[in-house]
């Protein structure tokens, strides 16, 4: 998990999906989990046509299933303890259909967020008018997220290597404490991190290489998806 | 406590999707005048600190560890905006990144942890400094506060889409995490503790310790919230039985019970009013009537100093 290479470790692949611009990614995205989550109900067969979708995406962006599926294993277990708690109160077929919910959702996600690079990602969501801030903070906690866990396992390592352990209240007050540490180092990292920032000329946006932009097929691919979208979510709510 | 996506309905989601947005937009709007551009940065890295320190653990007993929420030591570290910023900024990479909590049910755990967990969590370390005095006291009380109300508003969510009634995720919810909230309050008094002791020169921390005095508008505010709590979760209490209630109704007892002792406010309804607005209006009754009590006792109490 902490390493950030792996996340959008797809995203270098030429495939068609790859190359759509990333805000027509995310906003695909968002109206396949959105339209779903309304249209869908409490009713698994409706499900089938934005799994074919999901499917489809799978094919242009030339992700194999099995790196798919390997990737949403940490999240299942919680969604079958959700979906089984429902069963009871709703019946097994809401239960159904919400695991099957839960489970499309994190498979869009993982294909959008492994076939686009994380860079081109904030720069998406920045287009899409994301707060500025917002965007800024997102892309340091990507990039620091891995330094500072690592920094907490040497932190833990050290406390281990002195005897941790004894009676409750020394425990959380020695948490606290690794907690503290950690907080001072990542306040005296941003405070170097900022000054090598400003050396390099950073001004408070984000630059990527490679300039995207909306071109023909991201128009064809935006209107076909949500035209597709719309209409699965409203034949399944009439037929099934 | 992240909710997935496919198990709120959308009128659930919906409007707190809607809510949280603005939240989120409009914080980022405020910090984003105030501060200079050095600021970024830091609260970037300060939002790493406080993803991995989400990733400590800590013994609850019986077993079992709780987790950090880490809503009230940031917001007293980069103030009540900051911290809703950051709290969504780790929810969203969650979300993205890590599985963790749905793209529909972002809006409601923005709401759970952000609002409810750092501001309200904010505001009650606030509010309780102001009238104890007592730092670690206040930062224990909002600790423990912030998270057994977030977990509080994530069962009424999955009660509202009928996931499970609230009689059922209420008392579980609330009973697992107000055990784990003993360990966030521990944990934060002492992270903070180390960081004024240590890190004298930061900041932060030295704002933790200033002391401002409690306005008549803030008193306002404090009641206004109140009363808007109470009207939205007053429906919901009455109709959990409280502990004594149900040890009463299955040894039988109930009817005796209530026809010796007559309550002014029987089962949190006003005589005489119907359904929701009798309950919403008892709420409002008793948020007045313990605001009241709390307000002389202070007062009593001060004048006593």
Redesign the interface.
């Known amino acids: ?1 902490l390493d950030p290479t792996y ?1 959008d470790s797809y995203s270098s692949i030429n495939a068609p999906y790859q190359r759509l611009d990333a805000r027509v990614k995310i906003i695909v ?2 109206a396949f ?2 339209i779903m ?2 249209s869908v109900d409490d009713r698994p067969l409706r499900v089938i046509p934005f799994s074919l979708f999901i499917v489809f995406i799978a094919a242009i962006s030339r992700l194999s299933p099995m790196v798919l599926l390997r ?2 294993l ?2 299942l277990p ?2 079958l303890f ?1 979906s089984l ?2 069963g009871f ?2 019946g097994s077929e809401a239960a159904v ?6 489970f499309l ?2 498979l869009s ?2 294909v ?2 492994s076939t686009t690079r994380f860079s081109n990602l904030l720069k998406g969501l920045e287009g899409l008018k994301v ?4 965007v ?10 891995f ?3 690592d ?2 396992g040497h932190i833990k390592i050290a406390r281990e290597s002195r005897n941790f352990g004894g009676s ?2 020394w ?14 180092h ?2 005296e ?3 170097r ?2 000054s090598a ?1 400003v050396a390099r000329g ?3 946006n984000i630059r990527t290489l490679g300039t995207q932009g909306i071109v023909r097929a991201d128009i064809i691919f935006v209107s076909i998806s949500i035209i597709y979208l719309l209409s699965a979510g409203l034949i399944s709510w009439k037929l099934l | 406590m992240h909710i ?4 709120l309905e ?1 009128k659930v ?1 919906v409007p707190l999707t809607v809510l949280s947005a603005g939240a ?2 409009s914080a ?2 405020k ?2 005048k105030k501060m200079d ?2 600021m ?10 406080v ?3 989400q ?2 653990n ?2 609850i ?1 019986g077993g079992t560890s709780g987790h ?1 929420m880490g809503g009230v ?1 940031i917001a007293t ?1 980069v103030g009540p905006y900051g911290g809703l ?2 709290m ?3 929810l ?2 969650q ?6 909590g ?3 049910a972002l809006g409601a755990n923005i709401f759970n942890m952000g609002i409810v967990g750092a501001v309200f969590g904010y505001i009650v370390f606030r509010g309780i400094n102001k009238f104890t005095g007592n730092i670690r006291f206040s930062l224990f009380t909002a600790s423990w506060f912030s998270v057994v109300a977030a977990s509080g508003a994530a069962a009424v969510e999955l009660s509202l889409s ?4 609230i009689t059922l995720s209420a008392p579980a919810m609330l009973g697992i995490h107000s055990i784990i909230g003993i ?1 966030e309050g ?10 004024s002791r ?2 004298g020169d ?1 900041v932060f921390a030295s704002e933790v310790t200033v002391e401002k005095r409690i306005t008549k508008k803030a008193i306002w505010i404090w009641l206004a919230l109140s009363i808007g709590v109470a009207m939205l979760l007053a429906p919901f209490a009455s109709q959990l039985p409280d502990g004594l209630e149900k040890v009463a109704e299955t040894l039988g007892f109930i009817e005796r019970g209530s026809s010796n002792f007559s309550s002014p406010l029987p089962d949190y309804r006003i005589p005489g009013l119907s359904g929701g607005i009798s309950t919403a209006m008892a709420g409002i009754i008793g948020v007045l009537v313990t605001f009241g009590l709390a307000y002389m006792i202070v007062r009593i109490l001060h004048r006593k100093r």
């Open positions: 998990m996340i995205t968002l989990v959105i989550a309304i990737r949403t940490p999240a919680f969604f959700a708690v429902l109160s709703k259909a919400a695991f099957l919910k839960a959702s994190v996600v993982i959008l967020v707060p500025q801030l917002l800024s903070l997102i892309s340091f906690v990507y990039r620091y997220l330094i500072i866990a920094e907490y409750k209240r425990q959380w007050k020695t948490i606290g404490h690794s907690v503290g540490t950690l907080f001072l990542s306040y990292r941003g405070d991190v900022y920032m950073y001004e408070g | 997935p996506d496919g198990f959308p989601w989120v937009v980022s709007k910090i984003g551009e050095k970024v940065p830091l609260m970037g890295v300060l939002a790493a600190f993803f991995a320190a990733m400590v800590f013994p007993g950090l030591l570290i910023v950051i969504a900024t780790i969203i990479l979300a993205l990144l890590f599985q963790d749905g793209i529909t009928k996931v499970v009634p360990g521990a944990v934060t008094i002492a992270a903070l503790d180390l960081v240590v890190g930061t």
